[in-house]
């Protein structure tokens, strides 16, 4: 069980790349989240999807788009990357269980650290 | 103002003592509260979930909740050096399944 996978782990972009970020779940959850981590920000929701083929925008979605083609994989995007999106992106996965047992909780990716110069 | 208050330190304490995180928030439907740990370069992992109220305790780490204050706490007793990681607190109400708060972390090193 790999749990939240993320590819790659670390990638520099030039100002105006474009680049796809990766995450895989194989927990069956049915909800996915893009987050970025910045100092002294803290996590910040950039995107989220509630199931196979739906997305919807977070926090900041300015500058990302994102798709979930299958339930165990969602895909965060950046089309013209500028030195703003200079982050740590996390992916998270949940379930949809309302019990207080603690398994709706989110599971978190390694992490993918971008650099945009 | 920001739905969750973390102090984000950093708190250096030395082996062996008890260490006292906390955030507050302002939302008074949260119901969920959780505790996750981030050791550097790494992804937040969960470390203790609470439902409403009251107190959880799990090996050395207690989380407690005082809804009538709007405050969480994490205690980690007896703390290790494997301790020292950022911590992060985390919230949701009971109407949003995929909406959860997150404080912006407290970084904490415990000296050997």
């Known amino acids: 069980n790999a749990g939240v996978t993320q590819t790659p782990k670390f990638r520099v972009l030039k100002t105006g790349q474009s680049m796809t970020l990766l995450c895989a779940q194989d927990m069956n959850h049915e909800y996915m989240y893009w987050y970025r981590q910045d100092p002294g920000m803290g996590l910040r929701l950039i995107h989220y999807s509630v199931g196979e083929g739906t997305t919807a925008k977070g926090e900041v979605p300015d500058g990302y788009n994102v798709s979930r083609l299958k339930k165990q994989n969602f895909l965060l995007g950046l089309e013209s990357a500028a030195p703003s999106q200079t982050s740590v992106y996390f992916c998270?996965?949940?379930?949809?269980?309302?019990?207080?047992?603690?398994?709706?909780?989110?599971?978190f990716g390694p992490g993918t650290r971008l650099t945009v110069l | 103002q920001k739905e969750v208050e973390q102090d984000p330190g950093p708190l250096s304490v030395p082996e062996g003592a008890i260490v006292s995180l906390n955030c507050t928030y302002s939302n008074s439907a949260f119901q969920y509260f959780m505790w996750y740990r981030q050791y550097s370069r790494k992804g937040p992992e969960l470390l203790m979930y609470t439902y409403s109220s009251g107190n959880k305790e799990d090996g050395r780490f207690t989380a407690q909740v005082d809804k009538s204050s709007k405050y969480i706490s994490l205690f980690i007793r007896d703390s290790q050096p494997s301790d020292s990681a950022t911590y992060l607190c985390?919230?949701?109400?009971?109407?949003?399944?995929?909406?959860?708060?997150f404080g912006s972390g407290t970084k904490l090193n415990v000296k050997p």
């Open positions: 985390a919230m949701r109400t009971i109407y949003n399944f995929n909406k959860f708060y």
């Open positions: 998270a996965s949940s379930s949809t269980s309302s019990g207080t047992s603690g398994t709706d909780t989110q599971y």
